[in-house]
């Protein structure tokens, strides 16, 4: 895993960024596994950004969020359909026929979790997977103690995902308990892993997904199977880690070819 410490959050979204750019610039039909939530809408504005003033071509890329509520069509505004099209796809000059994210009101969601690994196979697998960390180390919405080899499926959302994520419903009796998710072992395939995490309130799972054991219970532990994984971290949710100091370090020492431009 490649541990990058940066000294905030804006700092750590303008390298994710980058580290995008670098991919969409070497590969204009890349394929890109995309989250959301509120860690990934710094790189968002960035990427956006990047689009405008510097002609970053989104036209040939296609991307697969990692997840969906259940029950919410593409028009709810808490729907990550919806996200995804206010926070960076109506912003660029992507194909929307090119945009995927799970429906979450499939009659048949087991067919759809079949369907949508079929046309992730279709066009050719991921080539980066962004995603963000939950408090208790889920990734997608994959909970702890589920399957570390788990593909696309239907999670029952835990209590304390519930309640982080409730504030934009209103009311927790709004929220959906069900979602779509990619599972760990879809995520695994992808090419290259990319997970940002800001804050105090992630250092703890920061710190299993690292330095702790590969465990079910920190689903994003199995990142540690991963040979190309690349983690961006700020101080403050970098302030658990035992070997933060080596993290820099190699950080520091990297070659130019390793770096990201
Ligand atoms: C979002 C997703 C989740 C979030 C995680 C962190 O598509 O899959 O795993 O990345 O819950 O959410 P935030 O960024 O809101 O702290």
Redesign the pocket.
């Known amino acids: 895993m490649e541990v990058l410490i940066r000294e905030n959050a804006d700092a750590g979204c303008l390298l994710g960024a980058r580290i995008i750019a670098q991919l969409v610039r070497t590969k204009p039909a890349a394929v890109l596994g995309?989250?959301?939530?509120?860690?990934?809408?710094r790189l968002y504005h960035e990427l956006i950004r990047l689009h405008r003033e510097e002609g970053l071509d989104f036209s040939r890329v296609t991307t697969f969020?990692?997840?969906e509520y259940v029950g919410l069509p593409a028009s709810h505004e808490q729907s990550?359909r919806h996200f995804m099209q206010e926070n960076l796809f109506r912003h660029l000059d992507i194909d929307p026929a090119r945009t995927h994210v799970p429906d979450g009101t499939a009659a048949d969601l087991q067919a759809e979790c079949r369907n949508y690994e079929a046309r992730i196979a279709a066009a050719g697998g991921i080539d980066l997977q962004l995603?963000?960390?939950?408090?208790n180390g889920?990734?997608?919405?994959?909970e702890p103690t589920g399957s570390l080899r788990s593909r696309t499926w239907v999670k029952i959302l835990s209590e304390q995902?519930l309640h982080?994520?409730s504030a934009v419903f209103g009311t927790l009796a709004e929220m959906p308990r069900h979602a779509i998710?990619m599972g760990v072992g879809t995520i695994l395939e992808s090419h290259q892993l990319l997970l940002?995490?800001f804050?105090p309130?992630?250092a703890r799972a920061v710190l299993h997904m690292i330095e702790g054991p590969l465990a079910a219970i920190c689903p994003a532990s199995a990142l540690q199977l991963h040979p190309r994984a690349i983690v961006v971290l700020d101080e403050a949710s970098a302030a658990a880690l035992q070997y933060a100091d080596h993290y820099r370090w190699v950080d520091r020492n990297k070659l130019d070819w390793q770096r990201f431009t």
Request: hydrophobic share 35%; charged share 15%.
């Open positions: 995309l989250a959301t939530g509120r860690t990934p809408l969020n990692l997840d990550y995603l963000g960390l939950g408090r889920h990734i997608g919405f994959n995902t982080d994520n998710t940002i995490a804050g309130a992630k």
